[in-house]
């Protein structure tokens, strides 16, 4: 079990749906990233959250909208996604952004664009 | 700059040793790895810091050469459990911006 918790695990969703994303983590910890993950790759970041706020958007799409409710809950809120968004993302905390700090994966949510 | 891994892939009987290398183009400062079974989240397996020591644990253990901006990742004796695939991850900062690198991948099978 990881104690980051994702849901869902499996979303399927057409292009003109809107669906969200959830995060949560009760470690403390106060930074929170999203990645994504095509099948045999790297995860790639696409935000960081520092003390609940954004601090870094990778040139992510606008159809893909972060938001930090609180300290333990991250949300990705998805609208108009495209296929090539299909995809593994995977949420993950730490104590802060840095150097010496190791990032606590959850077990990720398979998105399924039709 | 994405840090590179190699070998991309490797098999191996158990018992058997490898060796996972991460090489960078930049300067690293510290080194994380990870192991990412199918289907599952990337587990955090230690850190490398600049100037700190080797670390390990059990069986995996690993280095950093700051000079030659690479980490390698020793895995002795290999049990089945240590198949997956094994991304060293550095953070990295770009005027000021904190980013977080994954490099390519290894993928590990061990076999019995």
């Known amino acids: 079990d990881t104690e980051v918790t994702q849901t869902p695990k499996h979303l399927v969703m057409g292009m003109t749906n809107k669906k969200s994303l959830k995060c949560e983590q009760h470690?403390?910890?106060?930074?929170m990233y999203w990645y994504k993950q095509k099948a045999k790759k790297p995860p790639e970041l696409m935000f960081v959250y520092s003390y609940e706020k954004l601090s870094i958007n990778e040139s992510v799409p606008s159809r893909f909208s972060p938001e930090c409710p609180n300290s333990s809950l991250l949300n990705l809120h998805l609208h108009a996604l495209q296929p090539e968004d299909s995809a593994l993302y995977l949420c993950a905390s730490s104590q802060a952004p840095g150097a010496i700090e190791p990032q606590h994966f959850g077990d990720g949510t398979r998105l399924s664009i039709l | 700059q994405q840090p590179v891994q190699s070998p991309q892939a490797v098999i191996l009987r158990e018992g058997e040793d490898a060796v996972i290398n991460c090489s960078s183009s930049?300067?690293?400062?510290?080194v994380h790895w990870y192991r990412q079974k199918h289907g599952e989240a990337p587990v955090f397996l230690m850190i490398?810091?600049?100037?700190?020591e080797q670390k390990g644990h059990e069986k995996i253990s690993a280095s950093f050469n700051e000079k030659k901006q690479q980490s390698s990742l020793y895995l002795t004796a290999s049990q089945l459990s240590y198949s997956g695939t094994y991304f060293c991850?550095?953070?990295?900062?770009?005027?000021?911006?904190?980013?977080?690198?994954f490099g390519t991948g290894t993928r590990l099978k061990v076999l019995a």
């Open positions: 991850g550095t953070p990295a900062a770009t005027s000021g911006t904190y980013k977080y690198i």
């Open positions: 470690m403390g910890h106060r930074a």
């Open positions: 930049k300067a690293l400062y510290s």
């Open positions: 490398l810091l600049k100037g700190g």
